[in-house]
């Protein structure tokens, strides 16, 4: 059971987390709600990292065990921001930005090695990368709708790339 929860549970929780930071911008969500989320979130992360260290030892897998110890400070950042209002806009659009951009680069590292899913690996990280190049022009000035196109981008990119490897990851090179 845990093996399956373990390479299946991200195929669920990418866009969920994707979901609640649209829904923040919303305002549907409380400040509470967003930083539960950040603490459960790092929580997952950490013991997905700890329990499958050894498994990502080499190849693409190393990329991702690297991606999770930055998403690790990065979801930790944004736990600081919520907590600490004078840190909040810094730490929650670094959170963000970080979120969209580190994944998007594993994405197309993958691609690059996994020549059977090229295309939807390749697609994931582009759409990660513009997700969050929108996002940031939309920042200055704040573009409500412009910010929520660029989440958009991110889900659909990032949750095509982890359901790929979700699917088939007993084709994930170590090497």
Known sequence: MFPRLRAQGPAALVPLAWLLVGLAHLDAVTDRTVLVFHVVAAV????FAALSWDEMESGVLRVWRDILL???LLTVGG???LRYSPLRDPFLTTTILGWMVVPGVG???TGKRVPADQRAYTAGAALSVLGAAVYAV???PAAESALLA????VLVG???GI???ARRPEETPSG
Do not use: E, N
């Open 158 to 160: 990032q949750t095509v």
């Open 150 to 153: 660029g989440i958009a981008l």
């Open 70 to 72: 930055v998403g690790l």
């Open 44 to 47: 997952l992360i950490a013991a």
């Open 79 to 81: 736990i600081i921001g």
């Open 107 to 109: 994405l197309y590292y």
């Open 138 to 140: 939309a920042l200055f």
């Open 163 to 165: 359901v790929q490897a």
